[in-house]
């Protein structure tokens, strides 16, 4: 594509001779001239036009012009599209920008290790997006990089453009002991009555109907033959019991909540590489609030570039006081032993259950009585010198 504004330009008429001899006189360049039949051809520079129109008068020569397709005649058109121009400087930028920048970091071979943790180590040696290649010693960093991250052996680094490719290789995790494999006794976790009591693994010490304190041995892993020599095994059985088990709810009459008071705005920041651009003026302008966080990146042919708009949606609150009558304040606990009962004795039967309320000038208590029957048993470790 031509560069130059240039014009055709077609001339015909009795005086063409005496045309083209001042267009040769007043030095106008005239490229790709000719005649065919009773008419001139040439291409003219535009800012010649108007001269050329001035001979085409005075000889009385009929003149007709075309504008050629070049660049420079459409960036004249679109000399005014403030938008344009300014779109074709920030793909420059742009361009230039991301040249010799860090744009991608990718994190492979890390199974245990988050991405999070490598990319905070990786911050620390100035491995981050926007900033230059150039000035990043990779073999150094990849160095340095398990000294940073616990659990890491090696690491291998290298650049594809402005990409960095880190590959993790991660220490080998030492062997733990197999619990099945850690001598120990099966003990009480309550004062109980054993309602069913099997030993898999060593020596029942009660029998069904047996009272056991808190502690007892019930199946014990030290088992001692008839010769005399003692050997320690991990005990394993289950053991069932009725016990007694007390839980305490309490709540206050008076209770300060945090409430919504529909009022909200949204304050949008520019992320440019590690760089962050408010988009907005001032602080925060409720003076309690609840805070959610969003983010789009900028995606081009279909990869994320280092550009995104960070959005936070701030919703007030108001603090208020809600008074609970003895009844509102009653369910609310009872709610809660609901939650508990499901939560923590979801596999114990509930034999019976008692509550007792006492209450004083500010709060409520549920004191809940339980009678319950479930596993009583719990493995305690036996220690060899």
Same mark, same amino acid.
């Given at each position: 594509?031509?560069?130059?504004?240039?014009?055709?330009?077609?001339?015909?008429?009795?005086?063409?001779?005496?045309?083209?001899?001042?267009?040769?006189?007043?030095?106008?360049?005239?490229?790709?001239?000719?005649?065919?039949?009773?008419?001139?051809?040439?291409?003219?520079?535009?800012?010649?036009?108007?001269?050329?129109?001035?001979?085409?008068?005075?000889?009385?020569?009929?003149?007709? /012009?075309?504008?050629?397709?070049?660049? $420079?005649?459409?960036? @004249? &058109?679109?000399?005014?599209?403030?938008?344009?121009?300014?779109? =074709?400087?920030?793909?420059?930028?742009?361009?230039?920008?991301?040249?010799?920048?860090?744009?991608?970091?990718?994190?492979?071979?890390?199974?245990?290790?988050?991405?999070?943790?490598?990319?905070?180590?990786?911050?620390?040696?100035?491995?981050?997006?926007?900033?230059?290649?150039?000035?990043?010693?990779?073999?150094?960093?990849?160095?340095?990089?398990?000294?940073?991250?616990?659990?890491?052996?090696?690491?291998?680094?290298?650049?594809?453009?402005?990409?960095?490719?880190?590959?993790?290789?991660?220490?080998?995790?030492?062997?733990?002991?197999?619990?099945?494999?850690?001598?120990?006794?099966?003990?009480?976790?309550?004062?109980?009555?054993? /309602?069913?009591?099997?030993?898999?693994? $060593?020596?029942?010490? @009660? &029998?069904?109907?047996?009272?056991?304190?808190?502690?007892?041995? =019930?199946?014990?892993?030290?088992?001692?033959?008839?010769?005399?020599?003692?050997?320690?095994?991990?005990?394993?059985?289950?053991?069932?019991?009725?016990?007694?088990?007390?839980?305490?709810?309490?709540?206050?009459?008076?209770?300060?909540?945090?409430?919504?008071?529909?009022?909200?705005?949204?304050?949008?920041?520019?992320?440019?590489?590690?760089?962050?651009?408010?988009?907005?003026?001032?602080?925060?302008?409720?003076?309690?609030?609840?805070?959610?966080?969003?983010?789009?990146?900028?995606?081009?042919?279909?990869?994320?570039?280092?550009?995104?708009?960070?959005?936070?949606?701030?919703?007030?609150?108001?603090?208020?006081?809600?008074?609970? /009558?003895?009844?509102?304040?009653?369910?609310?606990?009872?709610?809660?032993?609901?939650?508990?009962?499901?939560?923590?004795?979801?596999?114990?039967?509930?034999?019976?259950?008692?509550?007792?309320?006492?209450?004083?000038?500010?709060?409520?208590?549920?004191?809940?009585?339980?009678?319950?029957?479930?596993?009583?048993?719990?493995?305690?470790?036996?220690?060899?010198?």
């Amino acid at each position: 594509m031509k560069l130059r504004r240039l014009v055709r330009i077609n001339a015909r008429g009795k005086r063409l001779s005496e045309f083209i001899n001042l267009i040769h006189e007043r030095r106008i360049e005239c490229r790709e001239e000719f005649c065919r039949g009773e008419v001139f051809h040439g291409d003219v520079f535009r800012r010649e036009l108007r001269e050329i129109q001035d001979i085409a008068r005075e000889c009385g020569v009929e003149l007709k /012009t075309a504008d050629y397709d070049t660049l $420079g005649e459409r960036l @004249f &058109r679109y000399r005014r599209r403030i938008g344009l121009l300014i779109g =074709l400087i920030l793909a420059a930028f742009t361009a230039v920008c991301f040249s010799d920048v860090i744009v991608t970091i990718e994190i492979s071979g890390n199974t245990s290790i988050s991405d999070e943790v490598i990319l905070a180590a990786l911050a620390e040696l100035d491995i981050k997006r926007g900033t230059p290649i150039h000035s990043v010693d990779l073999e150094k960093c990849g160095n340095r990089l398990p000294f940073l991250v616990d659990g890491v052996a090696w690491v291998g680094m290298h650049r594809t453009g402005n990409r960095i490719a880190v590959q993790i290789r991660e220490t080998a995790p030492i062997p733990q002991k197999e619990k099945g494999r850690i001598p120990c006794n099966v003990v009480a976790a309550h004062d109980a009555e054993i /309602t069913y009591i099997l030993a898999r693994s $060593g020596f029942a010490m @009660f &029998r069904e109907g047996d009272y056991v304190p808190k502690g007892a041995l =019930l199946i014990s892993g030290v088992v001692q033959s008839k010769t005399g020599r003692t050997s320690v095994s991990h005990a394993m059985g289950e053991v069932r019991g009725i016990y007694s088990e007390t839980v305490s709810f309490s709540g206050a009459y008076r209770s300060t909540e945090q409430s919504l008071t529909g009022r909200s705005s949204t304050q949008r920041t520019l992320r440019l590489f590690s760089l962050d651009i408010p988009l907005y003026f001032g602080g925060d302008k409720f003076m309690s609030s609840t805070s959610e966080y969003s983010e789009s990146p900028l995606v081009l042919f279909g990869k994320e570039l280092p550009i995104s708009i960070k959005r936070r949606k701030l919703s007030e609150t108001v603090c208020s006081e809600r008074l609970f /009558t003895p009844d509102e304040l009653k369910d609310r606990l009872m709610d809660k032993v609901s939650l508990y009962e499901k939560n923590f004795l979801g596999d114990t039967k509930i034999i019976s259950r008692d509550i007792k309320t006492s209450r004083n000038d500010d709060t409520l208590t549920l004191n809940v009585f339980y009678r319950l029957e479930g596993d009583i048993g719990r493995q305690q470790e036996v220690f060899v010198k």
